[in-house]
C-alpha cells in the first residue's frame, strides 16, 4: 500500500472508543515480519509490536486508533474519506489516524536501523484510558522492553504543518469544594450562615487567579473554577451549604499541596472540606534530549521549517509514557478540527508526516 492508500483503510474502519474496528489485526497482518504481542485488558484492544534490526536503542512511535463518535450534521459519511476543496474529510483524519498511518507505513518500509523499532497502539485513548496505554507500558516494564525513545503521533501543528512539536503537557487537578452553612429563612439573614455570601467576596481573589508565574515551556497554572451550585430554587430559603468545582491546568511548579494552601488562604475561617483529585500529572522532556533533537533535524529536513517545543492544551497518553522515565515527544498534523463535525486533513500534511518519520528513523544514529 501507498501512504494514502493506508490512510483511506484506517478511516473507513469504525473505532469508537474502546471499539478498534479490527485495526489492530489488520496492522499485525500489514507488519507480517514484525513480532506482536496482544495486551487486551476487558473490553479495549492494545498492540505491542516490534522488530529488533540492531543492538542500538529502542524507538518506539504510540498512538490510538479509536475515535470519538462522529455526531450529526457531517457533509459527507464520516466514516468515508471524502476529498474537496483540497481536503480529506472524516472522523479521525487529524486525531489521530493521520499519525498512525504514518508510522506504520514509515516502520513497514525501514531496511537499516541499528536498534529496534516498534509500535504501541490501543484502542482507548479517547475513553477512560484505564486499559489502554498504560497497561501495555506495565507489561513491557516486567518484560524488560520499555522503549528509549517514543513519538506519540497526535496532531500538535498549529498553522502550518511542521511548526510545533509538543516537548510536555500539563497535568490536571479537580477540585471539590463543600462549604458549609446554616440554613434559614431570608427575612432573618442574622439567624443563618449564607455560605453563598461567605465566599462572593472571596471569590475575586480565587477565580482565574494565576498558581505560580509558569516557565519557558509553560504557562501559569490556574484556578478556573468550573461549577457552583447552592440553594432550593426558591427566594425565601438561604441554603444550607455551596458546593464548587474546579480545575487547575497545572505546571511542573504546583502541585496538589500548593492549591491545598491556596484554597486554605482564601477560604480561612469558614467552615470548609476539601477533595482533589490528579487527572494527570505534568512532565516536560528536556530539549537536549537525543528525540526532540533528532524530530526537529528530521521536520527541518522534509519542512524547511523549525518547529517551537509547546506544552499547550489538553492531556495524551504522552503522560503515562513519561511516568516511566522515557523521553517522549508528540508530532502530527495540524490540529484544528478535532472532535469537531466535519474533521479534516490534507494529503499532503500526511504525506509530509510519514516522510518526517521515515526520515527519523533514517537519521537516529
Not at 244 to 257: G, I, P, Y
Amino acid at each position: 500500500m501507498q501512504i494514502l492508500e493506508l490512510f483511506k483503510k484506517l478511516i473507513e474502519s469504525k473505532s469508537e472508543t474502546p471499539d478498534d474496528g479490527g485495526l489492530l489485526d489488520f496492522i499485525e497482518s500489514y507488519l507480517s515480519d514484525f513480532t506482536a504481542i496482544r495486551v487486551d485488558v476487558e473490553d479495549v484492544k492494545n498492540l505491542f509490536i516490534y522488530k529488533k534490526f540492531g543492538d542500538g536503542e529502542h524507538l518506539c512511535f504510540a498512538g490510538h486508533v479509536d475515535v470519538v463518535p462522529a455526531g450529526d450534521n457531517w457533509d459527507s459519511n464520516p466514516y468515508e474519506l471524502v476529498e474537496k476543496d483540497g481536503y480529506l474529510y472524516g472522523r479521525g483524519t487529524q486525531d489521530m489516524k493521520s499519525g498512525v498511518a504514518s508510522f506504520v507505513q514509515a516502520v513497514k518500509e525501514a531496511k537499516d536501523f541499528n536498534g529496534t523499532l516498534s509500535l504501541l497502539l490501543t484502542s482507548d485513548e479517547e475513553g477512560d484510558a484505564y486499559y489502554g496505554t498504560i497497561k501495555v507500558l506495565e507489561y513491557l516494564k516486567e518484560t524488560n522492553q520499555l522503549p528509549d525513545a517514543v513519538v506519540v503521533a497526535e496532531p500538535t501543528c498549529e498553522e502550518r504543518f511542521g511548526d510545533a512539536i509538543k516537548v510536555g503537557r500539563r497535568g490536571s487537578i479537580n477540585g471539590y469544594i463543600t462549604l458549609k452553612g446554616k440554613q434559614g429563612h431570608a427575612a432573618y439573614p442574622e439567624k443563618a450562615i449564607n455560605p453563598i455570601h461567605n465566599l462572593a467576596p472571596r471569590l475575586a481573589n480565587m477565580a482565574g487567579v494565576n498558581l505560580d508565574n509558569g516557565d519557558e515551556f509553560f504557562s501559569p497554572s490556574k484556578f478556573v473554577i468550573t461549577d457552583i451550585r447552592s440553594g432550593m430554587e426558591v427566594t425565601n430559603v438561604t441554603p444550607n451549604e455551596l458546593k464548587m468545582m474546579f480545575n487547575v491546568r497545572n505546571t511542573t511548579l504546583t502541585t496538589q499541596k500548593e492549591v491545598t494552601e491556596f484554597v486554605a488562604k482564601n477560604l480561612d475561617g469558614l467552615d470548609y472540606e476539601l477533595k482533589l483529585t490528579q487527572g494527570s500529572y505534568p512532565f516536560c522532556t528536556n530539549v537536549d534530549t537525543k528525540v526532540v533533537k533528532k524530530i526537529d533535524k528530521a521536520i527541518e529536513n522534509i519542512t524547511d521549517i523549525k518547529p517551537k517545543h509547546s506544552t499547550a492544551g489538553g492531556t495524551s497518553d504522552a503522560r503515562f509514557v513519561a511516568q516511566f522515565g522515557i523521553d517522549v515527544i508528540e508530532f502530527g498534523v495540524k490540529n484544528d478540527t478535532i472532535h469537531a463535525v466535519n474533521e479534516r486533513t490534507t494529503a499532503n500534511e500526511v504525506e509530509s508526516l510519514y516522510k518526517v518519520f521515515k526520515n527519523l528513523i533514517e537519521i537516529w544514529d
